[in-house]
């Protein structure tokens, strides 16, 4: 039987704040946060591992990371919810705790995730830090053919930070679409992995072709062509927010 128990953590975060997820010395992250205020409230020391890491200004509407505690069995009701967000800062929350088998990984056992892109075309103060503000006009029937695109590949090298450290640059993208949503043009895209930087690569190269600044064909040579040198600049972090990660049942006890 193993020594501890694991335990998977829901939550949400605004990313303006923060230097990304990850822990980084000297560094204010989503992730050093959410380790104090665990080990303040089970009163041991507790280090997450996330479902993956967030770039700084980047947002998650919905996220998910694991931990140990050697106490065993804990009470997982909304009292100790309730005591872990009252240490938390007001932009992180946690929704809820869940026991998980013992080798349950937040990271590496998710089979899909989801990201959301928001631009919006009105200068609007409530959503200056969530939203990309663009003036604009794009046509949003040549932004989902090329998206279609992105289905049909699966090395996304262009796409990709350089020396991002990946160990491969393949992705299976399920699912990437535009749409009106309360007056914003929304990007949302799954696939089973992303590499760092991807989503705001590919809002920033898709943005030209919105405009008919670059045609479908010079999309799809981008990708083909492996190179983040071709591919547009990266759009801007606060837009994104991560909004879905995927798990196996099996994995819950």
């Not at 990271?107 to 995730?113: K, P």
Request: aromatic fraction near 10%.
């Amino acid at each position: 039987m193993s020594a501890v128990t694991r335990y998977f953590l829901f939550l949400s975060y605004r990313g303006t704040a923060y230097n990304g997820w990850q822990l980084q010395p000297g560094k204010h992250t989503v992730q050093g946060v959410i380790n104090k205020a665990l080990s303040t409230v089970l009163s041991e020391q507790i280090n997450v591992t996330g479902a993956g890491r967030t770039d700084t200004g980047v947002h998650a509407s919905y996220f998910v990371a694991h931990f140990d505690t050697a106490r065993g069995e804990i009470d997982t009701d909304q009292q100790l919810v309730y005591n872990l967000n009252s240490l938390l800062p007001d932009d992180i929350a946690v929704s809820r705790i869940v026991r998980v088998k013992h080798d349950a990984n937040a990271r590496f056992d998710a089979v899909s995730r989801t990201y959301r892109y928001t631009i919006t075309t009105i200068k609007d103060p409530f959503v200056s830090d969530t939203a990309w503000l663009l003036y604009w006009k794009l046509d949003i029937v040549l932004l989902n053919e090329a998206s279609a695109i992105l289905l049909n590949h699966s090395d996304f090298t262009s796409f990709s930070r350089l020396h991002g450290g990946n160990k491969s640059n393949t992705c299976r993208v399920s699912f990437a679409h535009w749409s009106w949503e309360s007056g914003r043009l929304v990007f949302t895209i799954s696939a089973d992995r992303f590499l760092r930087n991807m989503v705001r690569a590919i809002v920033g190269t898709l943005i030209p072709v919105g405009r008919g600044k670059l045609s479908l064909k010079e999309f799809e040579e981008i990708i083909r062509g492996r190179d983040r040198g071709l591919a547009g600049q990266s759009a801007p972090a606060h837009g994104l927010s991560l909004i879905a990660i995927d798990y196996p049942e099996a994995l819950f006890t």
